[in-house]
């Protein structure tokens, strides 16, 4: 064989480096065999939900070993360390619980005390101290919301500063889309109160309770509050009250309103009244604290190609934690919790094997698994407030929640899809792959923030969160309500369940696709007309 030249030998090379820089992901219908690709995806699966690892509880040893699997697996595609301590970003969490012995709710009103028993009539939230309120005025402000895209201010005309805040912690009937779950959270409610000086709030329901079968499993009352104190959301904040429905009408006694006329006005989507309360507030909030526990997010590196653009970073994530064991269904008290959410971290692990294959896109990619979702999001939290990479070169988040890989993949519900521009990239990147793109078909659920993405969203990072689509009627509906119903938050989300493991391996490949032309794309933009728009 003749040897080649060296001026051949170089551009041989050369031409091989072109096509390798050209290279991209195939599209779906580029690969016949997805056995190797599903197979990949459910060993993940099968690891991290198998009985040994006893449900993943963010902070038991079942969770150490997941977090060890996963850092296993980083290593092993090649990704570089990006927590604070190798792949883990550790942070620890105060158990904080009420002293109902030692705290108190009551008011006065004309002379007359009425007491609100703690736990029945009234519940206090904890903080990491002790706090009160004493002969505090009350103000009653509708839903305690300033929304101004949606021509929504409580605050307008109305004093509260110095005062204790009601309001019914529920969205009004003309908030639609995503907004109206967001306005339930208290933490973004308070951060609006305590600017205009409020030293409280208490809160009512505009319905009865519900029992919720699908509720996690939770052992004992205590709320995991992060030790670190820079992280409190609820800074100032003197009393959090909550008031059992069949206690709110000794709330208004004497102030002229019911609370049946108020929940009556609301329900009809009627303008709500503001008015001051006769009475004054005493309260006490005692609380006691456990030791600390101790849980990691676990953060791989895939380095961007581009020397100004790889020191932006596009988020790959989804938590790895599950409820643990709980209450016993059907004799079974483990909560395995492969589909919620052992299927987004394994996706998160092959999204990375298979972008580390192809070249690098411009933008920085961190692959993160999320500890504590099922507490309430914390892992998100402490990364979303905290990360491991400059706040604001952290462009985008594309979230692994539950994506339910239960039947073939012909229709993906896109979470977040007319928020921001990230919703076109999630249009191109599905329908190249002939995946038809649709919006949220159940919005009174509120999927979008409901889940890890919506911490990024509080940082004002544009974020997207999926589902496998399904159209009304279809027998894929059927197995979507089906397992909502049976197996969300039980036992039965286990390893015997049908899964269709080559669409999951498909939704990776897209994921991939996606990933990547997010990163080599214009930075994303909320959309003006988007209310999350307004975060910081």
């Not at 990163?519 to 999350?532: C, D, K, L, V």
């Amino acid at each position: 064989m003749r040897r080649l030249s060296r001026l051949a030998a170089t551009l041989l090379c050369f031409s091989f480096a072109s096509l390798a820089a050209s290279a991209q992901i195939p599209l779906l219908n580029e690969r016949k065999d997805w056995s190797g690709p599903a197979d990949a995806w459910w060993a993940h699966v099968s690891y991290l939900a198998d009985d040994k690892l006893e449900g993943r509880r963010a902070g038991t040893p079942g969770y150490e070993k997941a977090v060890a699997y996963v850092e296993e697996q980083f290593k092993a595609i090649g990704l570089k360390p990006a927590g604070t301590n190798g792949y883990q970003q550790s942070f620890a969490l105060v158990p904080t619980s009420i002293d109902t012995a030692a705290s108190f709710f009551r008011i006065n009103v004309n002379g007359k005390t009425i007491d609100f028993p703690i736990g029945s009539d009234a519940t206090l939230a904890p903080g990491l101290e002790n706090t009160s309120v004493s002969n505090a005025p009350m103000v009653f402000i509708g839903y305690g919301l300033r929304i101004p895209k949606k021509h929504i201010d409580d605050f307008a005309g109305t004093d509260v500063k110095g005062k204790v805040v009601v309001f019914f912690n529920a969205p009004p009937i003309n908030l639609q889309g995503p907004q109206r779950a967001y306005a339930r959270g208290n933490d973004q409610r308070w951060k609006q109160l305590a600017a205009a000086g409020a030293v409280g709030m208490i809160s009512l329901a505009l319905a009865p309770p519900q029992n919720n079968t699908n509720g996690p499993a939770r052992a004992g009352g205590a709320r995991l509050l992060f030790e670190d104190p820079t992280l409190n959301s609820m800074k100032g904040l003197q009393v959090s009250a909550t008031i059992a429905y069949n206690a709110g009408d000794k709330l208004f006694e004497g102030s002229g309103h019911s609370y049946e006329e108020l929940r009556k006005l609301a329900n009809a989507g009627e303008t709500l009244p503001h008015f001051a309360l006769p009475g004054t507030l005493e309260a006490k909030t005692t609380i006691s604290k456990a030791a600390a526990v101790h849980m990691s997010n676990v953060i791989g590196l895939l380095e961007g190609s581009d020397p100004k653009l790889k020191k932006e970073y596009v988020v790959v994530s989804a938590h790895l934690d599950h409820l643990g064991i709980g209450r016993p269904v059907n004799g079974d008290s483990l909560y395995n919790g492969a589909m919620d959410n052992a299927s987004g971290s394994a996706s998160v692990i092959e999204c990375a094997k298979l972008m580390a294959k192809y070249p690098h896109p411009k933008r920085s990619i961190l692959f993160i698994t999320l500890a504590g979702e099922e507490l309430g999001e914390l892992g998100s939290a402490y990364f979303a407030t905290k990360p491991t990479v400059p706040k604001k070169d952290v462009v985008a988040d594309l979230n692994m929640d539950m994506y339910l890989p239960l039947f073939p993949l012909r229709f993906i519900e896109v979470q977040g899809l007319g928020e921001s521009t990230l919703g076109n990239d999630a249009r191109a990147a599905f329908q190249l792959n002939d995946v038809e793109v649709q919006f949220d078909k159940q919005p009174d659920e509120n999927r979008f923030v409901r889940s890890d993405q919506v911490n990024f969203v509080k940082q004002g990072i544009p974020a997207l969160a999926f589902k496998f689509g399904w159209t009304p009627d279809s027998p894929e509906q059927k197995v979507f309500m089906d397992w909502v119903k049976n197996r969300y938050h039980k036992p039965s989300d286990d390893l015997q369940q049908p899964v269709d493991k080559a669409a999951a391996a498909q939704f990776t490949v897209v994921l991939g696709q996606l990933t990547t032309r997010v990163a080599n794309g214009p930075r994303p933009e909320w959309y003006p007309e988007s209310s999350f728009a307004d975060q910081k």
